[in-house]
């Protein structure tokens, strides 16, 4: 097949968002389909190093990747929290136009839009007229308000997000339109893909939004040796609605007998008040926040550590607890949103969201269990690691792929594809880099979704 990519976050070189837009593309590729991914060129060093460092790859050969630009203008305002948004509404709006140019000499059997993750945010590429893979996309989910004494700032961050997204889902025709021609609509959670069909989407499945890296999978299960304290780990953006404050309030409650220390890893616009909240609980000595650190650090602290612990109020569905199943970490976290659709329950302590009273202290019993049961913890490590197995990117694509061919929209075998050809080779399309939609770099900042 002929596939277009829509991938506004892009870069092999680091995770999240922008390591998904890069893989659901590539993985395309690998599996020989042509492939034209269209972003921005935030990632384009990341992008060049990878295909130079797998040139060997027949995939290399298969992957055009094709950078629209948007004007200055919008470019300055980035810099601003809505400016973001107002960046990626006109680069989807260029995008398209772009992609329409493209597919007059391709002739795309296949549009997948995956980042941003969004499911307000829509995209324009249902105007090609082809068939539409629309996520994983989430985004409808929300912080529960009783909560709020956790999450700083909660107007910005989330009353406006709120009414933002009720605007968006209320009056933009774009949104609608493409979620009702999209062939498949991809959400990460149950409130998104309750909110795409209320839209008018009219095939919506629940699809992790995240996807294992083979680099960062244990290559068995990890064994780890018992000790007196118990090696807590928080991993994570110093967002509001990460609300480590709530795991803070969690570990203030727990019986002074348990032996536990709690390292945090992440930065981000809270960090001048970590240290007052480390203070306010009272856990001054039991708490290391080491600040942002290489990934690599990351995985050797979830490989050294016992529990992964995480209260976020809004998340679709937190890639690090990916990371944290691959490393055999058993999860203490709430009962609600992604986590609650897609954490295996023999694999983690998935504590009521009730009210903060009740969560708080639920979180504390939890930490007391782990730390008195280091049988179980081992155990719902496994069942974590053996689940995460099942995640890896080709797994992935094997599951979308199948849902393509159930809808006719793809081979049945991957030995089929090469023989469906198109027009023009990738080389007649690389004058595409010269037109002025083409642009060097740019800062990208990730919208809460």
């Known amino acids: 097949m002929n596939v277009l990519v829509s991938s506004y976050a892009c870069n092999p070189a680091q995770g999240g968002e922008c390591g998904n837009g890069f893989h659901w593309a590539w993985g395309m590729a690998q599996r020989g389909h042509r492939v034209w991914c269209l972003t921005t060129p ?18 290399a050969g298969r992957i055009q990747f094709v950078y629209p630009k948007v004007p200055g203008w919008v470019q300055f305002l980035y810099r601003w929290q809505f400016g973001v ?26 549009v997948h839009h995956a980042t941003y993750s969004s499911l307000k945010m829509g995209s324009w590429l249902w105007r090609l007229g082809k068939p539409l893979v629309y996520g994983p996309v989430g985004g409808a989910q929300k912080a529960p308000i009783a909560f709020r004494q956790y999450l700083p700032d909660w107007f910005q961050t989330e009353t406006l997000r709120s009414a933002f997204t009720w605007v968006l ?55 780890r040796p018992a000790r007196s304290v118990l090696e807590l780990l928080w991993v994570g953006r110093l967002y509001p609605n990460k609300a480590l404050p709530l795991v803070l309030d969690a570990l203030s409650q727990v019986d002074k007998r348990v032996r536990f220390h709690l390292t945090v890893l992440g930065d981000g616009p809270m960090r001048d008040l970590v ?31 016992d529990v992964f612990l995480f209260g976020s109020l809004r998340d679709s ?25 897609f954490l ?16 708080t202290a639920a979180m504390a019993r939890a930490v007391e269990y782990v730390y008195d049961h280091p049988e179980a913890r081992r155990a719902m490590g496994r069942a974590g690691y053996e689940f995460a197995l099942r995640q890896t990117w080709p797994q992935r ?40 939609e083409v642009v060097q770099s740019h800062k990208l900042l990730t919208p809460n979704s």
């Open 85 to 110: 948004y107002l960046h990626y509404f006109i680069w989807q709006y260029t995008a398209w136009r772009l992609a329409r140019r493209l597919d007059r000499e391709v002739d795309f059997d296949l």
């Open 317 to 341: 569905f937190a890639s690090q607890f990916m990371e944290a199943l691959a490393t055999g970490l058993p999860i203490i976290t709430l009962n609600h949103q992604g986590a609650r659709t």
């Open 344 to 359: 295996p329950d023999a694999a983690a302590i998935k504590v009521s969201v009730e009210s903060p009273a009740v969560a």
């Open 275 to 305: 240290p007052g909240w480390i203070a306010q609980y009272g856990l001054m000595g039991r708490v290391t926040w080491r600040g942002s650190v290489p990934w690599a650090e990351v995985h050797a602290a979830m490989l050294n550590s």
């Open 397 to 436: 694509l094997d599951r979308l792929l199948t849902m393509l061919h159930d809808l006719n929209l793809a081979p049945a075998k991957p030995s089929s594809l090469l023989a469906r050809r198109r027009k023009l080779p990738l080389s007649r399309l690389r004058r595409h880099k010269r037109r002025p």
């Open 42 to 59: 935030y990632g384009r060093l990341g992008i060049a190093t990878f295909l130079a460092n797998n040139a060997h790859e027949g995939a």
């Open 169 to 223: 889902t209320t009056f933009d025709y774009n949104l609608r339109q493409n979620l009702r021609h999209a062939a498949l609509v991809l959400a990460s959670n149950d409130e998104s893909a309750n909110l795409a069909r209320r839209l008018g989407a009219k095939r919506v499945e629940l699809f992790l939004d995240t996807g294992l890296s083979e680099a960062f999978r244990a290559a068995e299960f990890p064994a």
